[in-house]
Every structure is written in C-alpha cells, then in structure tokens.
C-alpha cells in the first residue's frame, strides 16, 4: 500500500511548509492538506484541500476513508502566549485532536503519526543549559503542560496499543515563507521583518534571553526524517529533543547588523518574558542524533543571509 497523507492544520507556520516538502517528496495526489479554514494560497490552491475541524472525529475518519490516508501529520495547535491566553481551548484543541488521530491508529485506520511536541515540555526546574532527554519537566504553561501530557499519551499509545507516533520537540522555527502564529519565540521571525522594512525592532523578550531555535528548512528535513526512519530505530515513543541553534535578542541582532548596519533594536518585556525564562536555553539532542541519524545544518549567520535574501 503506498504512502497517502493526510496534514491537519496544513495552512499554519510549519503546515504550509511542510505540506509543500511533502507533495514535492509524495506527488500532488497523495497528499491531503486540510485545516480549519479555507485560506486563497499555494496550499489551496495547488493540491488537495479539505476544511477540516481537527476536533472533529467523524469528520477526520470520513477523509481517512474517502482517501485510503496511511499516515497523519497532526499539526494543528495554540502555542504558548495564544493559550495562556484561552486555556481552556488550548487544552480542547491541543488534548483532544491528538487523541481522535491516536484512536484512528489503535483501531488501525491509518499506520502512522507525526505529532509535534515542544521545548516548553520542560519548566523553570529543568536544567537550563544543554537540556537533556530525560529530565526533570514541570511546564507551567497550558502549552507546555498539554504538550507534556500529550508525550506521555503517544508515549502510552504505542506500548499498549502498538501505535507507530513519531514526535519531535521544536524549538523556536524561523522561516521567510511563513508568518508565527501565537508563539513565545515568535520574535526570532518579527525581528528579520521590521529590521528590513522599518530598521527598528522592539523585542518583548529581555537583551539576555537565550532560547533554542531552529531554521524552517532544518525542522522539515527532521520531521520527515524521522517519518521516514524504519520503526525500530525509533527508540523514543514520547518525543525527541531536537537542536539547531541557541541564541538571545542580542546576538541575533548582531548578526543582522552585519548585512544592515543601521538596524537598531530595544527590548520591551511582557507577558511572555515568564514563559521564555520557564524554558531552557539550549538543548541536548544526541539521542536523536544516535537513534535516527538527526543533524543540523543552519547556524545562525547562514539562517540570518537566508532570512535576509528570501525576505
Ligand atoms: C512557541 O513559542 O510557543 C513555539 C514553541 C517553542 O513550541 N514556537
């Protein structure tokens, strides 16, 4: 049986980057991008497109069937500073469209699932620097704790039920293509914007923040590494940390300065100062480096040169 995919939340900041790698790697007619609105892009507009409700299991199960979908890429989420802004939602959505895909697998309606879990698994109690794997996680964000309970039920699915669910720990992902939707690293993408068209930027995280990072191109290549990976090397069932790069506001304004010398920037802290501070600043990522053979390839000067040229 060949490979049919179905991407929910097709049209979101990775969904759209994702959706075009796929029907570039898997042809125009076996992938599916849906989400919960139709917008007028390349999304829509040049392959299959379905709204879908990723709350909705009738709805999920109908394209299952109706394509004969083999595998799930379950994009569709509130990030950090959008749910601490409607928790409640943020649970609905996050919890909820993860388990209607889980119980589409465990009752062997589709093979396979990748499903996004998050740096802000981890709390202010985790080691900061180099975080490892497996270590102590106490979130306290919505985000993070749903992301969290969602590791421990994929986890769950597959040694109970044999449910193949890949997933990976994004850090912050900067890509030209695609605007961020409601993330705490959302900066990282603004900054390039404003410096190239106002020479400015105000940064609501502190000069000294250091988060992990990762450029669009790096989070593809790993989502669908890992999708492509034969099952046995695919040791870590929960989630895989996963690094690029780890830099602050000040640093990555440095390098922009390098390609627009009169770009300035100051810093404006809110609400989502708390959050960053919660997560680590950079993370160890061997164990999917070792398991599935995971290497990055941007550094901040040659995501800054593309950012700064595709922009
Ligand atoms: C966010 O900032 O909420 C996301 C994430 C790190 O998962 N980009």
């Excluded at 879990?117 to 704790?145: C, H, L, R, W």
């Amino acid at each position: 049986m060949s490979t049919k995919i179905l991407i929910i939340g097709a049209c979101g900041q990775i969904g759209t980057e994702l959706t075009h790698k796929l029907r570039s790697l898997y042809g125009n007619d076996n992938v599916i991008a849906s989400d919960i609105r139709k917008l007028n892009n390349d999304i829509v507009n040049k392959g299959i497109f379905e709204v879908v409700n990723a709350l909705d299991y009738n709805q999920i199960e109908h394209l299952i069937e109706q394509y004969q979908i083999t595998d799930v890429y379950l994009m569709a989420a509130l990030l950090s500073a959008t749910a601490e802004k409607n928790p409640a939602f943020a649970w609905d959505l996050n919890m909820n469209s993860l388990f209607h895909v889980l119980n589409l697998a465990k009752a062997k309606k589709i093979k396979k699932i990748f499903w996004p879990s998050s740096i802000a698994v981890f709390g202010p109690t985790t080691p900061k620097d180099n975080t490892p794997q497996y270590t102590i996680m106490e979130p306290t964000t919505v985000y993070g704790i749903s992301k969290q309970t969602g590791e421990r039920w994929c986890e769950y699915y597959h040694h109970i039920y044999g449910v193949d669910v890949r997933s990976i720990r994004y850090p912050g992902l900067i890509s030209w293509s695609t605007e961020p939707g409601g993330g705490t690293t959302d900066y990282a993408v603004d900054i390039y914007h404003k410096a190239l068209k106002e020479g400015k930027y105000e940064c609501f995280l502190s000069e000294q923040t250091a988060l992990p990072m990762m450029y669009m191109d790096d989070a593809i290549r790993a989502t669908i590494e890992i999708m492509q990976a034969p099952s046995e090397l695919i040791k870590i069932r929960s989630s895989y940390n996963l690094s690029g790069i780890s830099f602050t506001p000040a640093e990555i304004a440095a390098e922009i300065k390098k390609h627009i010398p009169e770009f300035t920037i100051s810093y404006k802290p809110d609400f989502r100062q708390k959050i960053a501070d919660s997560w680590p600043a950079s993370i160890d990522d061997s164990m999917a480096r070792k398991d599935w053979n995971w290497k990055h390839k941007f550094d901040l000067a040659s995501m800054t040169k593309e950012m700064l040229e595709h922009l």
